[in-house]
């Protein structure tokens, strides 16, 4: 499956040890993570920024995701497909890389349940699926 982890996902599972490390995990290792260069910069910045990790670190954590995600370059969607802009290249990302599931904490994607056929789904919710063996 390709599956597209928002920031705040991977923020988290860098943090602390957990649901969303646990299903970053998962993801790495059986499925597609889909990620832009924007998200991947958003990450780096977070991880730097608030949760103050050294540069070297941070060099580590970004060398290790592109080389096991695929980057790619998110569709233009009009600024109305959801309520927060900033949340649009998740979307777009989800759309060009043809993903099977977005997975965030994210209230205003949340919200929309699906977009374009792709399911919108807690870290938690997610993790239910990859247990029932679901697609």
């Known amino acids: 499956m390709k599956i597209v982890l928002d920031a705040n996902v991977i ?21 597609e993570v889909m990620l832009s260069e924007d998200l991947l ?22 060398k290790f995701i ?8 998110p569709v233009s969607l009009p600024l109305d497909v959801c309520r927060d802009p ?6 777009g990302l989800a759309v060009a890389s043809n993903a099977d599931y977005i997975v965030t904490g994210d209230k205003d994607l949340l919200v929309l349940e699906s977009f374009q056929g792709i399911p919108i789904l807690t870290p938690r919710s ?3 699926i990859l247990r029932s063996g679901e697609k």
């Open 11 to 31: 923020i988290a599972a860098f943090a602390v040890r957990g649901l969303c490390e646990s299903v970053m995990d998962v993801c790495l290792s059986d499925h």
């Open 66 to 73: 592109r080389e096991h995600a695929n980057i790619s370059i």
């Open 86 to 91: 900033d949340d649009i290249k998740i979307l």
């Open 41 to 62: 910069d958003e990450i780096l910045r977070n991880l730097r920024l608030k949760l103050k990790l050294p540069s070297n670190i941070v060099y580590d954590i970004s």
């Open 126 to 128: 997610f993790s239910e």
